[in-house]
C-alpha cells in the first residue's frame, strides 16, 4: 500500500518561480513554490530583486565581493495566473544554452511548456558588449 505525500513531499513538486543568475557556468536559483507566492496584476513572481539576492551572495561569500550584479547573465520565472503558463525570461547568454536552460528549469521544478525568452531587463555585460551602468538596476524592476 502506498503511503500518502507528506506536506513537504507535495511542496516539493510545486513548481516555483524566481530569480537566478548564472556565475562561472554554474546556475544560482532563489525560488519558492508558486502557491505560496501572493499574485501581483495576474502574475506571481519573486518579491525579492536581483541586487538584494546579489548582495546576499556576496555576504554568503557565493559569489566574487567586487563584481556588480549586472555583470552576470541573469533572469527570472513568473507564472501568470489566466493561463497557470510559467514563463523563464533570461539573458541570451543563458537562453542560447539549452543544457543551462534545462539545469534551472529542473532547479525550480519547472514544467514542459514553460515559456523561455529573452527580456530586455536581463543583459549582462557581455551581451550588452560593455560595461553595464548602474542604470540597469533601476531597469531590473520597470516591468
Known sequence: MRKKPTADAKKANVPRVGLFFVVDGKPIVDGLPWTEVPSLAGFRTSALGHPEFWARLQQGGVVPQGMPYEDCPRGRVNRFD????????ADRCIIKSQPMVRKIMAALGLPRGTRVATDSHYKCAECMGKVPTRKQEAEDWDF
Do not use: P, S
Open 82 to 89: 489566466a493561463t497557470g503558463r510559467f514563463t523563464l525570461l
